[in-house]
């Protein structure tokens, strides 16, 4: 691991991207000459610019200045990128996003490192609120905008550092946090993950990466669950939402599908909590953050203020707005499990349709998990499929989402497929009705339909009144 006193000057290769901005910064923060580059200006890159970094648009071998003593670049970043063909010329030190975010975990005594194939970017931001209404002054780096700090960073004066932390292409191996979370373990990234057995050694490793006076917290239902706590060395707190040291209790729903509940502690009664988020899978998330930061230090009261002020990161069932008495609402679920969970928090909803409009991400994981996306809409009344979101991808699979589409059919579900926005939006304004909801999914840019929904919608009504 690179001591990251020996660096002066820094240059990151994409350093528009959320999180590569986001580490940017923090090492601004240390004092760095940091300059960057990426193929178009966005709103990060002018947030960089206004802080002063150096931001170059577009990528050459120019690029790379004569004092620059390290480069660090995003996975996306190909071998032959002239940024990188120049540094390794002129004998850079090159590393890549996942290594940097460990070097810099590893500077705070008290790191959170959230894993998990569904939950990472709402545990995290749920951790990191916690902290903060503590007034722990965390540094916190996510993979989503966390509403509460209207950012996907933020740079502390502490101790503490909360980290959102992937497994695909097992860039959390990276990291040797104090505390560490495993969330679950689904089939996913199967561009890279091969088997499941592969996964699961994975998320063993890193359970063995935590320090040993640290602890790991982790799910009870997830399967093989022995495999993945084999020979690690810290302390192991257990959750789950009927076994494990912390579990929820007496769960309630509100109308609009918030839980209540009480948190036990190897059965002995810790806390009741009211979240301000919806769904069962936020009870757990709950539970993890409740486990991860009693270990922390923090007191009962003072998470549960944390938990009960927490409003949630954007694209996470996040409400963008109504016309008409018709909801809009935009999620980040792009796997079945994920999607099967967020919609039956909007089932809870007092509701007249539920109809949701989904964007497949990545052709190789629509390929790999067709059958279970295909059972996945079972809480939604109709279902609009777009086209795949190739995101990294070619389509070299054979994969469309007519195929979905036919799958999702043989269910008995309403189902239909749209090869623009633009037919998918004027289908919606024309069947919609007051009460009903619409949910765009998916992790691309499906929430562009969901804002244009909603401004056409308005701009109708403001029209006709």
């Given at each position: 691991m690179i001591d990251l006193n020996n660096y002066k000057n820094v240059h990151f290769i994409g350093i528009g991207g959320?999180?590569?901005?986001?580490?940017?910064?923090?090492?601004?923060?240390?004092g760095m000459h940091v300059r960057g580059s990426d193929n178009k200006a966005s709103s990060l890159t002018e947030h960089l610019k206004s802080i002063g970094i150096d931001i170059l648009?577009?990528?050459?071998?120019?690029?790379?200045?004569?004092?620059?003593?390290?480069?660090?670049?995003?996975?996306?970043?190909k071998e032959d990128n002239p940024e990188m063909v120049s540094a390794r010329d002129k004998n850079i030190k090159i590393i890549d996003r996942a290594e940097l975010l460990g070097v810099i975990m590893g500077c705070y005594k008290k790191s959170v490192a959230v894993s998990g194939t569904h939950g990472k970017t709402t545990t995290t931001t749920m951790i990191s609120k916690i902290l903060l209404e503590a007034e722990k002054d965390p540094?916190?780096?996510?993979?989503?905008?966390?509403?509460?700090?209207?950012?996907?960073?933020?740079?502390?004066?502490?101790?503490?550092?909360?980290?959102?932390?992937?497994?695909?292409?097992?860039?959390?191996?990276?990291?040797?946090?104090?505390?560490?979370?495993?969330?679950?373990?689904?089939?996913?990234?199967?561009?890279?993950?091969?088997?499941?057995?592969?996964?699961?050694?994975?998320?063993?490793?890193?359970?063995k990466n935590i320090s040993k006076d640290g602890c790991l917290v982790i799910n009870t239902g997830i399967k093989n669950f022995d495999s993945i706590?084999?020979?690690?060395?810290?302390?192991?707190?257990?959750?789950g939402i009927t076994e494990g040291d912390?579990?929820?209790?007496?769960?309630?729903f509100s109308e609009d599908g918030k839980p209540?509940?009480?948190?036990?502690?190897?059965?002995s009664f810790i806390k009741s909590i009211n979240l301000d988020v919806t769904g069962l899978h936020n009870v757990e998330n709950s539970l993890a953050s409740f486990a991860a930061c009693t270990f922390l230090g923090l007191s009962p009261e003072e998470i549960a203020i944390g938990l009960e002020n927490f409003e949630g990161a954007k694209r996470r069932f996040e409400f963008k707005g109504s016309f008409n008495g018709i909801t809009i609402i935009d999620d980040y679920a792009h796997h079945p499990t994920e999607i099967a969970a967020t919609l039956s928090a909007a089932k809870k909803f007092k509701h007249n349709k539920?109809?949701?409009?989904?964007?497949?991400?990545?052709?190789?994981?629509?390929?790999?998990?067709l059958d279970r996306f295909a059972g996945a809409f079972e809480d939604a009344d109709a279902v609009i499929v777009t086209d795949i979101y190739s995101a990294r991808e070619t389509d070299t699979l054979g994969?469309?989402?007519?195929?979905?589409?036919?799958?999702?059919?043989?269910?008995?579900?309403?189902?239909?497929?749209?090869?623009?926005?633009?037919?998918?939006?004027?289908?919606?304004?024309?069947?919609?009705?007051?009460?009903?909801?619409?949910?765009?999914?998916?992790?691309?840019?499906?929430?562009?339909?969901g804002e244009s929904l909603l401004l056409t919608g308005l701009s109708t009504l403001s029209t006709e009144n």
């Open positions: 959320v999180s590569m901005s986001g580490l940017a910064e923090i090492l601004k923060s240390k648009i577009g990528q050459s071998y120019e690029n790379i200045a004569d004092n620059c003593d390290l480069v660090v670049y995003t996975a996306a970043v540094t916190i780096n996510v993979g989503g905008i966390f509403k509460a700090i209207g950012s996907n960073f933020r740079v502390g004066n502490s101790d503490f550092f909360v980290a959102e932390s992937c497994e695909y292409f097992d860039s959390f191996l990276k990291f040797f946090p104090y505390v560490g979370i495993i969330l679950n373990i689904d089939k996913d990234h199967t561009d890279y993950f091969k088997t499941m057995e592969q996964m699961e050694a994975s998320f063993n490793h890193f359970a706590i084999d020979n690690v060395e810290c302390q192991i707190i257990t959750y912390y579990q929820a209790k007496n769960i309630i209540a509940f009480d948190i036990y502690y190897k059965d539920i109809y949701c409009i989904f964007q497949p991400h990545t052709y190789s994981r629509t390929k790999a998990l994969i469309h989402s007519m195929n979905l589409v036919e799958e999702i059919r043989k269910t008995g579900k309403e189902v239909y497929y749209f090869s623009s926005f633009k037919e998918a939006e004027d289908f919606l304004l024309e069947k919609s009705v007051p009460n009903d909801m619409l949910i765009t999914m998916g992790a691309g840019d499906v929430y562009l339909l």
